[in-house]
């Protein structure tokens, strides 16, 4: 209990074990708090190396590393930093010295503001988005009350670690969220949690279905509504205007994916006060990276960062469909900067083992929903085309 008793407060304590949680849960999660960015679940990333350490090499496992690897298995985005976003971390970097070199915290998280029409006190900015997401299932979630989310998913595995109850609703005939299913499967969860557009399927939830579980949720509950590829999206529709009315609703952003700032690590929280007041119990130093937070400020005000690398990476992903149809190679529509796909007769495991012998490195089986497909990231025009020649050879 010693280290229980040094992460969390009294209160939070206090709170956790009234919601039914043991004292060896709590151990867990003080264990997600302290060492949250070392467990295999805590983000994308992470998942991806303990999927692809076998096959490719990890720094970590002592396997050497083989950079003529092709890796489009973690949703990177190749673009990687905009330039206003590199001066801007290149003039602060020296100050590093510093916990807090200037104004740039600040600076973030009211450009944030201004952009989301969202108060001050309703951000909070943090490094990356895995935080928060695993911060509001500590909040929001118990033995008892449910984490639901959508099953192919992402965001299942922090809950299921700290002890809290974890429900996976299969998705509706068109791959969006069935809200209807999720809310008659747990009518009484403490989240739900929908992720759009979705990670593994890159399909999109209509506002609409999010609107009809605010309204029909238990009054306790919360909608927790992961948007990290929403700026990939021309149609998806984001849900800050509903922090901004004041719902019951937690919104995460990430700087990792359309910002190309996945080592940078920069995110942020939108909801009301209350809400991440809970959820900040259970974040870990409060610390963000400066030189991330630059970087991301100086990214949000170049006006056309966002639809410029949209048809980039759409432009990309639409030529690699078309090769996909030619080869007759089953894949779902995607609205986002990766794709699911099946080739007859192969299960995912089996794709991905046969892509990694000619270099290319897709997601591992993750999904045992979906055995049979593997998600694949949209990366540059050229890593794409050593991805259609390796697949040619592997279907033969």
């Known amino acids: 209990m010693n280290q229980t008793t040094e992460v969390l407060s009294k209160s939070a304590a206090s709170s956790l074990l009234e919601r039914g949680f043991s004292r060896?849960?709590?151990?867990?999660?003080?264990?997600?708090?302290?060492?949250?960015?070392?467990?295999?679940?805590?983000?994308?990333?992470?998942?991806?190396?303990?999927?692809?350490t076998p096959v490719r090499g990890s720094r970590d496992a002592g396997?050497?590393?083989?950079?003529?690897?092709?890796?489009?298995?973690?949703?990177?985005?190749?673009?990687?930093?905009?330039?206003?976003?590199?001066?801007?971390?290149?003039?602060?970097?020296?100050?590093?010295?510093?916990?807090?070199?200037?104004?740039?915290?600040?600076?973030?998280?009211?450009?944030?503001?201004?952009?989301?029409?969202?108060?001050?006190?309703?951000?909070?900015?943090?490094?990356?988005?895995?935080?928060?997401?695993?911060?509001?299932?500590c909040a929001f979630t118990s033995p008892t009350r449910s984490w639901t989310m959508a099953a192919p998913g992402y965001g299942s595995r922090a809950p299921a670690f700290i002890g809290s109850k974890v429900v996976g609703v299969p998705l509706a005939a068109d791959h969006s969220h069935d809200v209807e299913a999720m809310l008659k499967s747990q009518p009484n969860a403490g989240a739900y949690y929908i992720c759009n557009p979705n990670n593994p399927t890159a399909t999109i939830t209509p506002r609409e279905k999010i609107d009809w579980l605010l309204a029909r949720k238990p009054k306790d509950s919360v909608v927790v509504v992961d948007e990290a590829y929403i700026h990939f999206s021309p149609n998806a529709k984001m849900c800050s205007d509903l922090v901004a009315a004041g719902k019951d609703v937690v919104v995460l952003r990430t700087f990792s994916k359309i910002y190309g700032m996945a080592g940078l690590r920069a995110g942020f929280a939108m909801g009301r006060p209350d809400l991440l007041a809970k959820m900040r119990v259970y974040g870990s130093s409060g610390m963000t990276i400066v030189t991330g937070v630059a970087c991301a400020n100086a990214s949000l005000l170049v006006p056309d960062l966002v639809p410029t690398r949209r048809k980039q990476m759409m432009d990309i992903?639409?030529?690699?469909?078309?090769?996909?149809?030619?080869?007759?190679?089953?894949?779902?529509?995607?609205?986002?900067?990766?794709?699911?796909?099946?080739?007859?007769?192969?299960?995912?495991?089996?794709?991905?083992?046969?892509?990694?012998?000619?270099?290319?490195?897709?997601?591992?089986?993750?999904?045992?929903?979906?055995?049979q497909h593997i998600r694949?990231?949209?990366?540059?025009?050229?890593?794409?085309?050593?991805?259609q020649e390796a697949l040619t050879r592997v279907i033969g």
């Open 24 to 52: 060896r849960h709590l151990g867990r999660i003080a264990t997600l708090l302290t060492a949250g960015a070392g467990l295999p679940f805590y983000n994308e990333f992470a998942m991806a190396q303990t999927a692809e």
């Open 63 to 137: 396997i050497p590393y083989d950079p003529t690897m092709i890796r489009i298995s973690s949703n990177e985005n190749p673009m990687g930093p905009h330039p206003a976003g590199l001066e801007a971390l290149t003039k602060v970097a020296p100050r590093g010295w510093r916990y807090n070199p200037g104004p740039e915290m600040g600076n973030l998280a009211q450009t944030i503001s201004k952009i989301e029409g969202v108060p001050l006190d309703h951000i909070w900015t943090t490094p990356g988005s895995s935080e928060p997401l695993h911060a509001a299932t």
């Open 317 to 371: 992903r639409d030529d690699t469909f078309s090769f996909l149809d030619k080869k007759g190679v089953q894949h779902l529509p995607s609205e986002g900067n990766f794709f699911m796909m099946s080739v007859k007769g192969m299960t995912g495991a089996q794709i991905g083992q046969a892509m990694t012998t000619h270099k290319v490195q897709l997601a591992g089986n993750r999904w045992p929903e979906w055995p």
């Open 376 to 387: 694949v990231t949209v990366g540059t025009a050229e890593e794409m085309g050593k991805f």
